[in-house]
């Protein structure tokens, strides 16, 4: 099942620099998306959400943004830091479908921040 | 803030027994969930849960799969025989609502089947 991919499966960034993790979906009925941050021995940790009636969301350092004609999001993360090194989720799940509970995660992209 | 409690943190469990894992989703939340991600795959949706009962389940929730609120405040996993596939982390989440809102996971159960 590869409804959602994160083709990068791991990134380095220098503190202070900008991360950028990209993810790419293929099912047209998804419309609510959600990036989560994994440390070890912990579960996914919500990070920011974004619905397909926007195109960009902002959470403090956190920013995602939705282009639903090329079905690919991203997540930008500035300034970055060594507190961000962690495996980062992206899901995505249908509300207006019945699986609006389901979701479906990519690999995911581990991130280090280098000092 | 509060948070999505899972018990125990490890299991061990021989091939055939029958296991039960535990979840406290966050107080006023209504819909429940569990996951599993197998070593070096990704985290797979198993099944949701509201209002008493299934509201979805994939195609891993076979009949040795079961969950249940026995009260208010407890929702659980049970796998009535355990295969070594079953080997993974469990998790649960819980969400307040059905549209647009984040599920929030705990930090899961490792169950290892010997």
């Known amino acids: 099942d590869q409804q959602v991919k994160q083709n990068s499966p791991s990134l380095s960034v220098q503190e202070g620099r900008i991360s950028i993790l990209n993810c790419d979906y293929t099912?047209?009925?998804?419309?609510?998306f959600l990036w989560y941050k994994k440390y070890p021995a912990e579960g996914p940790t919500f990070l920011i959400s974004?619905?397909?009636?926007?195109d960009k969301n902002e959470d403090g350092r956190f920013t995602v943004f939705l282009n639903k004609s090329a079905k690919h999001l991203s997540l930008h993360i500035v300034p970055s830091q060594p507190g961000d090194s962690a495996v980062y989720f992206c899901?995505?799940?249908?509300?207006?479908?019945?699986?609006?509970?389901?979701?479906?995660f990519g690999a995911g992209t581990q991130v280090v921040v280098t000092p | 803030e509060p948070e999505v409690t899972q018990t125990p943190s490890h299991q061990v469990t021989q091939m055939g027994q029958e296991v039960i894992l535990r979840c406290v989703p966050i107080s006023n939340h209504l819909y429940f969930y569990w996951y599993r991600q197998i070593l070096g795959q990704k985290v797979e949706f198993l099944v949701s849960f509201y209002n008493n009962e299934i509201s979805e389940k994939s195609e891993i929730f076979d009949d040795q799969f079961s969950v249940e609120r026995p009260d208010g405040s407890n929702f659980t996993l049970k796998i009535r025989s355990t295969k070594l596939e079953d080997s993974a982390m469990y998790f649960c989440a819980s969400s307040g609502s059905l549209s647009g809102q984040p599920q929030h996971f705990g930090d899961g159960t490792r169950l290892s089947i010997l």
């Open positions: 974004i619905s397909s009636i926007k």
């Open positions: 899901a995505a799940s249908g509300m207006t479908t019945v699986s609006w509970g389901k979701l479906q």
């Open positions: 099912n047209s009925m998804f419309d609510y």
